[in-house]
């Protein structure tokens, strides 16, 4: 299994709503990551846990909060969010730091 | 301040002939490189990479070229064909400094292969 899954695919949520991405590996990788995407930009780095511990905040709002709960799992927690935050998210994952990264098919957010 | 640049927003190419992508970087923590291929709302593929300590690596029709004295590597697609059209992202790992432990992408080249 070499996948990332990522879900929900496509999110609508209000600036008031509180919505949870979600994203799954059992390639038994111990880093994983949030990337945001802005369209015809790229990837830009949001969070690093590597051993399920926060190792890079990249000076991210907190309306954005990050979850691991163990090594498969990896959450993005989104709270009070601006339009601007519309992009798509991507998670991905990696044996460790410094190794090639794999990653989901992203979230597509849209904040109203 | 833009780390890993690739300055061609775009490249054109004939099916059958050879697609070159460049990317130029300036980060000298930069130990290992990759490149990405991306289509339109879905995550990067990976598809080739490259230890510093490496000048060329090969994988079927791909092949990576690195230049470190110039801080240059690029991405040969020999014969390029129709599939081949997307975006394609150079991306660096940090070995150390503020650059650890975060792989940085450069902008992105549309590479477009006609029939």
């Known amino acids: 299994d070499t996948e990332v899954t990522q879900t929900p695919k496509h999110l609508v949520m209000g600036m008031t709503n509180k919505k949870s991405l979600k994203c799954e590996q059992h390639?038994?990788?111990?880093?994983m990551y949030w990337y945001k995407q802005k369209a015809k930009k790229p990837p830009e780095l949001m969070f690093v846990?590597?051993?399920?511990?926060?190792?890079i905040n990249e000076s991210v709002p907190s309306r954005f909060s990050p979850e691991c709960p163990n090594s498969s799992l990896l959450n993005l927690h989104l709270h009070a969010l601006q339009p601007e935050d519309s992009a798509l998210y991507l998670c991905?994952?990696?044996?460790?730091?410094?190794?090639?990264?794999?990653f989901g098919s992203g979230t597509q957010l849209s904040v109203l | 301040d833009q780390q890993v640049k690739q300055n061609s927003p775009s490249l054109s190419v004939q099916e059958g002939r050879i697609s070159i992508l460049n990317c130029d970087y300036t980060n000298s923590m930069f130990d290992y490189f990759l490149w990405y291929k991306k289509y339109p709302a879905e995550g990067p593929t990976f598809l080739i990479s490259i230890s510093s300590i490496k000048d060329k690596n090969e994988d079927g029709r791909f092949t990576v070229f690195l230049n470190k004295s110039a801080k240059h590597l690029s991405l040969h697609i020999v014969p390029s064909q129709p599939g081949d059209s997307a975006v394609y992202f150079c991306?660096?790992?940090?070995?150390?400094?503020?650059?650890?432990?975060?792989?940085?992408f450069g902008q992105g080249t549309i590479l477009t292969v006609h029939p």
């Open positions: 991905a994952s990696s044996q460790a730091l410094g190794e090639k990264l794999f």
């Open positions: 846990y590597s051993y399920e511990k926060l190792s």
């Open positions: 991306a660096a790992w940090g070995a150390g400094g503020t650059s650890y432990g975060k792989l940085t």
């Open positions: 390639m038994g990788h111990r880093a």
